[in-house]
């Protein structure tokens, strides 16, 4: 069998002398692995490096084989930021939690408009910290655990919404959880009503997406979120401004 589809890179790993086994996740087909011939040239491998788009063509025997790829590089994206450490630590972040927690051979369309656009931001050096927040609640969302950030648990109503409940992931507005605020999760404002997010409020934004991501997605599977994203939100949630991240 075959398909033709467009797709990010999110890893790769050697398999033998020459050859890589390639991870995308791509527009129509959802996260998927197949073998590149040859990857580990000097003349291909420029091409496989995370956050790049290509142009795939899949073939395997069966669905469920590993297969092949024949894939032309359509947009080298990291290399506009290859030298700024906190955009490529936001891409590798993304790469590695849609890695872990996409299942495979299965369409992902909001986790690839996410993907594609992150990339865009962390192009243009603008608003890439708060659009990779965003990613992180699409994430959610994409794998049946989005957050209701619209309406208070308690009340209904949606006025002055300041905290999350870590229980069932919805709003709660600050007359109705102020007996429990101990036990509340912040709810940044950007995310509520916009705006310019400042760098407590995405520190913010990153605490609630990972406390999701640990307790519904990784926690059950006994695993632990990826290192990658422990060192973007480390070089975010310690540094009091980096360019273009808002």
């Known amino acids: 069998m075959e398909w033709h589809d467009t797709g990010f890179v999110l890893a790769t790993r050697k398999h033998g002398e020459r050859a890589l086994v390639l991870h995308v996740l791509t527009r129509e087909h959802g996260r998927r692995a197949g073998l590149v011939r040859n990857g580990q040239s000097a003349r291909q491998r420029g091409a496989y490096v995370i ?73 243009s050096n603008r608003g890439w910290a708060e659009r990779y927040v965003r990613w992180e609640l699409d994430l959610l969302a994409e794998l049946g655990f989005g957050l209701d950030l619209a309406r208070c648990a308690a009340t209904g109503g949606n006025d002055n919404l300041i905290y999350v409940s870590p229980r069932s992931g919805q709003a709660v507005s600050a007359s109705a959880g102020e007996p429990y605020r101990g036990k509340l999760l912040s709810l940044p404002q950007f995310l509520v009503n916009g705006g310019r997010p400042s760098a407590a409020e995405l520190a913010d934004g990153l605490v609630l997406t990972g406390f999701f991501l640990e307790r519904r997605v990784a926690g059950p599977q006994g695993r632990k979120l990826p290192a990658a994203r422990a060192r973007f939100v480390d070089a975010i949630c310690h540094r009091p401004t980096i360019d273009g991240w808002v």
């Open 51 to 123: 956050g790049n788009r290509l142009d795939l063509t899949w073939r395997a025997r069966l669905a469920e084989h590993l297969g092949t790829f024949r894939a032309e590089l359509e947009n080298s994206h990291a290399a506009l930021f290859i030298d700024d450490g906190p955009r490529l630590a936001a891409l590798a972040a993304a790469a590695a939690l849609a890695l872990m927690t996409l299942p495979e051979q299965e369409p992902h369309p909001r986790a690839w408009r996410g993907i594609r656009e992150l990339i865009a931001a962390l192009e």
